[in-house]
Every structure is written in structure tokens, then in C-alpha cells.
């Protein structure tokens, strides 16, 4: 997007910004919250594949935004340049770089057939599966995710990979295993105080006992 379509965008959100919501009626409310929904979905999808892009380019190192020619990873970038938190910007790093490896689906993104929240499922088949399965599977990846609502494409994932990639399941429930601890510190006051961390598999055994 050139310099000049950012300063028309620009406008055309102050204009929006301008109608206010409280002055239009309950039929044109319910005519501009989809489209304007639509709009900003597809602009958000834009941001993360710019983003991936950006990291992608520079190998996860991109120039530091205070422009003092210093290079740092492309989340501290980000985190200084939107002012989000650095949680926030790692994870938008991570879900960028996956979907830059999707180029079918990131189109489908931009051209609002798919939107980013079943963009954002999708992403979790890259690891699991192969680059050459994903490539050859995309068209049909666009098709399932633009008629299915996110918590369904979520749980179609989550099978898929059950399925055909049982050791990666494997090794999130070694890892979620190996995570578990409890810790329990008496009060002296008649109480006991303590945290833990447990596998979701065994929360409900724990939750029955307690």
C-alpha cells in the first residue's frame, strides 16, 4: 500500500469515525456492523501478513523502530512500533511467519473469502504436517474454513491432527505431564495455601477429589 492509499484509508476511518453510532437507526446499524466488521477483519489480516512478511524477509531481524540502525527480532519491533504488550507481539510474530507459509490462505484472507480468526485456526496444521501437505491442501483448507465458524474449524484441527499426527499429539501430553507440580504452604492459621499445575486431562479427576 503506497503512502498516499494509507492517507485515503486514513480518512475513510476518520469519516466512519465520524458517524457516530447513536445517530443512525437500528436498520442502519444492523446494515453497517457487518460490513464494517468485514472491513477491519480483512485490514487486521492484512497487519499480520505485512508482519510476516517483515520477519520473514530479515530472518526474524528486522531494523529497530527508534531508526538508530540498530537490528533487533522482529516481536521487540513490533512491540515498539504499535505499542502492544510483548506477549501480544510474540504471539502476532508467530501466527504471522505460519501464515506466511499458507500464501493460499493469506489471499484468501486479503480477499475476505477467509476470515482471520479461521486464518488463525488454520495456522496450527503448520508444524504438524509437512510444507508439501499443506501446499497441496490449501485450496481445500480455504473451502472448509470459509463456510465453518472458528470453534468448529477449531476442533476439525484438532482432529486432523489426532489423526494423522498422533506423536505430536503424544508430545504435548508428555510435555503438559512434565509440567505438573504442586506446591502447599501452611498458614499456621488453620489453613493451608498452595498452587499447581496440571495436564486439562486430569482436571477433572483433581476437581471430583477436591
Same mark, same amino acid.
Given at each position: 500500500?503506497?503512502?498516499?492509499?494509507?492517507?485515503?484509508?486514513?480518512?475513510?476511518?476518520?469519516?466512519?469515525?465520524?458517524? +457516530?453510532?447513536?445517530?443512525?437507526?437500528?436498520?442502519?446499524?444492523?446494515? +453497517?456492523?457487518?460490513?464494517?466488521?468485514?472491513?477491519?477483519?480483512?485490514?487486521?489480516?492484512?497487519?499480520?501478513? %505485512?508482519?510476516?512478511?517483515?520477519?520473514? =524477509?530479515?530472518?526474524?531481524?528486522?531494523?529497530? %523502530?527508534?531508526?538508530?540502525?540498530?537490528?533487533?527480532?522482529?516481536?521487540?519491533?513490533?512491540?515498539?512500533?504499535?505499542?502492544?504488550?510483548?506477549?501480544?507481539?510474540?504471539?502476532?510474530? =508467530?501466527?504471522?511467519?505460519?501464515?506466511?507459509?499458507?500464501?493460499?490462505?493469506?489471499d484468501a484472507v486479503l480477499d475476505g473469502r477467509?476470515?482471520?480468526?479461521? %486464518?488463525?485456526?488454520?495456522?496450527?496444521?503448520?508444524?504438524?504436517?509437512?510444507?508439501?501437505?499443506?501446499?497441496?491442501?490449501?485450496?481445500?483448507?480455504?473451502?472448509?474454513?470459509?463456510?465453518?465458524?472458528?470453534?468448529?474449524?477449531?476442533?476439525?484441527? =484438532?482432529?486432523?491432527?489426532?489423526?494423522?499426527?498422533?506423536?505430536?499429539?503424544?508430545?504435548?501430553?508428555?510435555?503438559?505431564?512434565?509440567?505438573?507440580?504442586?506446591?502447599? =504452604?501452611?498458614?499456621?492459621?488453620?489453613?493451608i495455601r498452595g498452587s499447581f499445575l496440571i495436564?486439562?486431562?486430569?482436571?477433572?479427576?483433581?476437581?471430583?477429589?477436591?
Open positions: 500500500m503506497s503512502s498516499n492509499g494509507c492517507e485515503q484509508l486514513a480518512a475513510q476511518v476518520a469519516a466512519l469515525a465520524a458517524l +457516530r453510532p447513536q445517530s443512525l437507526t437500528i436498520t442502519e446499524l444492523q446494515d +453497517r456492523i457487518p460490513q464494517v466488521s468485514g472491513l477491519a477483519d480483512r485490514m487486521r489480516g492484512w497487519v499480520d501478513i %505485512a508482519v510476516g512478511e517483515l520477519a520473514g =524477509r530479515g530472518g526474524g531481524q528486522v531494523p529497530a %523502530a527508534s531508526g538508530d540502525g540498530r537490528a533487533v527480532p522482529a516481536p521487540t519491533w513490533l512491540r515498539d512500533a504499535t505499542s502492544c504488550g510483548g506477549t501480544a507481539a510474540g504471539a502476532q510474530v =508467530r501466527l504471522s511467519e505460519r501464515l506466511r507459509s499458507l500464501p493460499a490462505l493469506a477467509v476470515g482471520r480468526e479461521q %486464518a488463525a485456526v488454520l495456522t496450527r496444521l503448520v508444524g504438524p504436517f509437512g510444507p508439501d501437505e499443506l501446499t497441496e491442501a490449501q485450496d481445500n483448507l480455504v473451502q472448509v474454513a470459509a463456510r465453518r465458524d472458528p470453534q468448529f474449524l477449531a476442533g476439525w484441527v =484438532r482432529e486432523l491432527i489426532a489423526t494423522h499426527c498422533e506423536p505430536v499429539l503424544d508430545d504435548e501430553q508428555r510435555t503438559a505431564q512434565n509440567k505438573r507440580y504442586l506446591q502447599t =504452604r501452611n498458614q499456621h492459621d488453620g489453613t495436564a486439562s486431562e486430569d482436571y477433572e479427576s483433581v476437581a471430583t477429589v477436591l
